[in-house]
């Protein structure tokens, strides 16, 4: 399974179950959140760790700008969009 098939099984699983999906969200307020919420994903049975979570959210920001405008560096950064922990509970949020 990799990274976005374990963020989709994790986000399934957040919304059955206000409990983890709260705990998730309130990892944003710790003094490490990202391995906090891999952490919780890893006690709901979903391994991942905070490299791969970043790593992800990195390698698909840059897919994304290599798509667009030629993949050029001038692209403009886009908020959040190589943040696959903020992604993922800002998604989370409107649930």
Do not use: H
Not at 63 to 69: F, G, K, Q, W
Not at 79 to 86: F, G, K, L, N, V
């Amino acid at each position: 399974m990799d990274v976005g098939e374990i963020l989709e099984a994790l986000k399934e699983k957040a919304v059955a179950d206000k409990n983890l999906r709260d705990r998730l969200i309130a990892t944003r307020a710790m003094q490490n959140p990202v391995t906090e919420f891999c952490k919780i994903s890893c006690e709901a049975g979903l391994l991942i760790s905070a490299m791969d979570l970043i790593n992800y959210g990195e390698e698909s920001y840059t897919a994304m700008r290599r798509s667009t405008n030629g993949g050029g560096e001038n692209s403009p950064l886009l908020a959040w969009e190589d943040d696959a922990y903020e992604m993922f509970l800002a998604e989370l949020e409107v649930l």
